[in-house]
């Protein structure tokens, strides 16, 4: 089947891209297409500027989040030296005659083949000598700021996840597989669960969140700290859920997580159990949080 594509790197699929999202879909819907984006495994930054942004997504996610928005193909390309010098109608013809493309969709700051040279105007005069359409999203905000993945990252990095989801028009979302730790969790009656950090990936503000976790198929109210966990001298940075009322062995499982508040910074405890006592009593307000959402937001 023929598909109608839109073009981008997506990180964080926040409002602006699923501005582009639901213009691909509902072409492809008109068309009789099937609705599909077309994004590169490698952010070009890389390339282009020789340093690749911390990401907000896992690739994970980022396909969790398309499904969720109607994106039903997804193609992944390579951003090499060969695609960062490719003219860019040898681009529009690799979309176009070699992928099938039957209409495309883009923002309007969207450059893409050697020295960004192809713009939206080119792609939507390009679409049009070959009679497809060609739909060139304008820019989104949110309170008079353009949404960019940039921005969010910066709100991620200030602990600030309510005005982040603003931007992303979702909850932050991490998923990640529980990994062994050093179980002192329970030796205090906090099981949590160990999730490492891709070090590609932004790191939020250290602290403790109020969350909900996706644990095989069912949500759950999480307490979650990122950080060093300096009060046990821990090492390295980790996420760690408390999973409010779930029991069993979580271990190798994949979790998946929703920010939804920034309770505290991280810090240093006098001892385990004055850290035990702030962590249940951050556990009964994120209980609180979570049963206050609402079923919008569920």
Same mark, same amino acid.
């Given at each position: 089947?023929?598909?109608?594509?839109?073009?981008?790197?997506? $990180?964080?699929?926040?409002?602006?891209?699923?501005?582009?999202?639901?213009?691909?879909?509902?072409?492809? !819907?008109?068309?009789?297409?099937?609705?599909?984006?077309?994004?590169?495994?490698?952010?070009?930054?890389?390339?282009?500027?020789?340093?690749?942004?911390?990401?907000? =997504?896992?690739?994970?996610?980022?396909?969790?989040?398309?499904?969720?928005?109607?994106? /039903?193909?997804?193609?992944?390309?390579?951003?090499?030296?060969?695609?960062? /010098?490719?003219?860019?109608?040898?681009?529009?013809?690799?979309?176009?005659?070699?992928?099938?493309?039957?209409?495309?969709?883009?923002? =309007? $700051?969207?450059?893409?083949? %050697?020295?960004?040279?192809?713009?939206?105007?080119?792609?939507?005069?390009?679409?049009?000598?070959?009679?497809?359409?060609?739909?060139?999203?304008?820019?989104?905000?949110?309170?008079?700021?353009?949404?960019?993945? /940039?921005?969010?990252?910066?709100?991620? !990095?200030?602990?600030?996840?309510? !005005?982040?989801?603003?931007?992303?028009?979702?909850?932050?979302?991490?998923?990640?597989?529980?990994?062994?730790?050093?179980?002192?969790?329970?030796?205090?009656?906090?099981?949590?669960?160990?999730?490492?950090?891709?070090?590609?990936?932004?790191?939020?503000? %250290?602290?403790?969140?109020?969350?909900?976790?996706?644990?095989?198929? $069912?949500?759950?109210?999480?307490?979650?700290?990122?950080?060093?966990?300096?009060?046990?001298?821990?090492?390295?940075?980790?996420?760690?859920?408390?999973?409010?009322? %779930?029991?069993?062995?979580?271990?190798?499982?994949?979790?998946?997580?929703?920010?939804?508040?920034?309770?505290?910074?991280?810090?240093?405890?006098?001892?385990?159990?004055?850290?035990?006592? !702030?962590?249940?009593?951050?556990?009964?307000?994120?209980?609180?949080?979570?049963?206050?959402?609402?079923?919008?937001?569920?």
């Amino acid at each position: 089947m023929k598909r109608i594509f839109a073009l981008g790197f997506f $990180d964080g699929v926040h409002l602006g891209h699923q501005a582009l999202l639901h213009s691909c879909c509902r072409l492809a !819907e008109e068309a009789g297409c099937t609705p599909g984006v077309v994004t590169f495994g490698n952010h070009p930054d890389a390339l282009v500027y020789g340093k690749e942004p911390a990401l907000i =997504n896992t690739w994970q996610d980022r396909m969790r989040l398309f499904q969720m928005y109607g994106i /039903t193909s997804v193609e992944i390309l390579p951003f090499d030296q060969k695609m960062m /010098t490719m003219p860019w109608q040898a681009f529009f013809r690799t979309l176009y005659r070699d992928m099938g493309a039957a209409g495309i969709v883009c923002g =309007n $700051d969207f450059c893409f083949g %050697y020295r960004g040279e192809g713009t939206p105007e080119k792609l939507r005069e390009a679409c049009r000598a070959v009679g497809i359409p060609c739909e060139v999203v304008p820019e989104q905000t949110v309170h008079g700021t353009r949404i960019s993945s /940039t921005h969010i990252r910066q709100l991620l !990095e200030a602990g600030e996840v309510e !005005e982040a989801a603003a931007f992303l028009g979702h909850p932050h979302l991490f998923t990640g597989k529980v990994v062994h730790g050093k179980q002192l969790g329970r030796t205090l009656g906090i099981p949590t669960a160990n999730l490492l950090l891709p070090e590609d990936l932004v790191v939020p503000r %250290y602290g403790v969140y109020a969350c909900r976790a996706l644990v095989q198929g $069912d949500w759950y109210p999480a307490v979650t700290n990122i950080g060093t966990r300096p009060t046990v001298n821990g090492q390295g940075v980790t996420v760690e859920p408390w999973i409010l009322g %779930y029991s069993g062995d979580l271990y190798g499982q994949q979790i998946t997580l929703e920010f939804y508040r920034f309770l505290r910074p991280e810090r240093k405890f006098p001892d385990l159990a004055a850290l035990q006592a !702030e962590i249940r009593r951050n556990a009964e307000e994120t209980r609180q949080i979570i049963a206050a959402l609402p079923e919008s937001q569920l």
